[in-house]
């Protein structure tokens, strides 16, 4: 009688291809031999394997190996033994789907010969050594609990810390529980908007990060831009805001066209607040950094109670530690570790308590006194190398900061920017700045950070700046 058609899934299998290689015992090799048919579907779900006892003849393998490998694969879930129906590969084995090729990503750009974005301070100075020392005498001594769920306002040796140095520093005014740490100032907006602590619309100055105004936009927060010259931000356009009651403002240096904010606008601000309820939220984002002169002191000094004050260490130390601060009138504490919530990530309490041991030990002091002369020494660099090569280009805004703006003939900024682009200089246009409903006249410049190039490498930099300069 000939042979009816038998599906596969039937056979015996006794011509088994298996690849018995690699390490391990002979039971183990021969499992993963298994394993790995069953994967690429050489024997698909339902497959019925041959008898230990004529598998191990054909292997010449000794019959408890093959049984033994069986009854752990049986075990794992990759076969099933029913008796009288012999070994056969679980149906729910799915063979291995081809691989999928994935899409294929964008090659990220090449990073640029000359590094001259703002904002970014000099990787290499990061004090390693420091850090690493406060790091090892804060968990030393750390007390238990700070290894427990942690506190959503930060931990209080990093607050008790800020409060001493930025009243010594900035003229802050506050105390630790008006503190709540948070991990930025992007964050920090997050939490005052997002969370709905405050609502819009919110005045801004006409020149600002769009980054900034993103995340307010995705908070469904309007901005309304001031007008910015010379003195910095009109603050006496504040009163003829209908609805607006929060101002942003970055009055020490004003980012990113480099002016300090008038005294008497520097008042009228915190007047208006006065007047209407309102806040001035004051983004001190390099106010240790004054080059000319000691730095101002922050605006929060004049009614805490009127003021939000918001920092962090992206400028003076990297903006790979995560840690910016808010210093807050006593009204919005409460709602702001609402909106933080008990299982908000906060920052790393690891970190919080190695800055604190850095603030108090005042190393951190002299760290910032250390940038500060090697910032001071770029910016005068440039201030000298343009003046003796392209006379005509003139540095707004006051020595301070990690930036300068570069103020360029009318119309020139597009071909600027391409022509640094064409020769791998990284730096902005001012324009990217601009507010998109200010309605102040706009000059053209570049964004120039002078503090991102290695020192080996920042002579060859602003070589390549002078020559993508338009001519005079």
Not at 163 to 187: E, K, M, N, Q, W
Not at 293 to 309: C, H, I, K, S
Not at 387 to 402: C, E, F, K, N, Q
């Amino acid at each position: 009688m000939a042979d009816s058609w038998v599906n596969p899934a039937e056979r015996l299998g006794t011509d088994l291809h298996l690849e018995l290689a690699g390490p391990g015992s002979r039971r183990a090799v021969l499992a993963r031999a298994l394993r790995d048919a069953v994967r690429d579907g050489r024997l698909p779900p339902g497959t019925r394997l041959p008898p230990y006892r004529s598998l191990a003849a054909d292997l010449g393998l000794a019959r408890n190996t093959v049984a033994d490998a069986y009854a752990e694969l049986v075990a794992e879930g990759w076969l099933v033994a029913r008796q009288g129906s012999g070994t056969r590969v679980a149906t729910r084995a799915e063979p291995a789907r081809p691989p999928r090729v994935p899409a294929r990503t964008p090659a990220r750009p090449a990073p640029p010969a000359h590094d001259l974005r703002q904002g970014r301070p000099d990787a290499s100075s990061f004090p390693r050594s420091a850090w690493l020392a406060a790091a090892r005498r804060a968990l030393h001594a750390a007390p238990n609990d700070a290894f427990g769920p942690g506190d959503p306002q930060g931990r209080p040796e990093l607050r008790r810390a800020l409060a001493g140095y930025l009243a010594r520093v900035r003229g802050v005014r506050t105390t630790p529980d008006l503190i709540v740490i948070c991990s930025g100032f992007a964050h920090a907006l997050r939490l005052l908007f997002g969370g709905r602590v405050l609502r819009g619309p919110l005045a801004v100055e006409s020149y600002g990060l769009a980054f900034h105004r993103a995340v307010l936009e995705s908070a469904s927060v309007r901005t309304v831009p001031l007008t910015l010259d010379e003195h910095g931000a009109r603050t006496t356009e504040l009163r003829a805001l209908e609805g607006v009651r929060a101002a942003l403002l970055t009055p020490a240096h004003q980012f990113p066209t480099g002016g300090p904010l008038h005294p008497e606008r520097r008042a009228a601000a915190v007047d208006w607040a006065r007047s209407c309820g309102g806040l001035v939220l004051e983004d001190d984002y390099d106010g240790e950094f004054r080059y000319d002169r000691e730095p101002v002191g922050a605006v929060q000094g004049l009614d805490p109670e009127r003021v939000v004050y918001l920092g962090s260490v992206s400028k003076s130390m990297s903006p790979a530690v995560r840690l910016g601060w808010m210093v807050l009138p006593g009204h919005l504490v409460a709602p702001v570790l609402d909106a933080k919530g008990e299982r908000e990530a906060w920052a790393s309490v690891t970190d919080q308590l190695t800055l604190a041991d850095l603030i108090e030990s005042g190393r951190y002091d002299r760290h910032v006194r250390r940038m500060r002369q090697r910032y001071r020494a770029r910016r005068d660099r440039l201030v000298a190398t343009l003046a003796a090569r392209a006379p005509h280009i003139a540095t707004t805004g006051i020595a301070a900061g990690l930036h300068a703006v570069l103020r360029l003939p009318a119309g020139t900024e597009p071909a600027a920017v391409e022509a640094a682009a064409r020769h791998s200089i990284a730096l902005d246009g001012l324009a990217g700045y601009r507010h998109p409903d200010a309605t102040m006249p706009s000059f053209d410049g570049l964004v120039v950070g002078y503090a991102t190039p290695p020192d080996h490498r920042y002579e060859t930099a602003l070589d390549a700046l002078c020559r993508i300069l338009p001519p005079a």
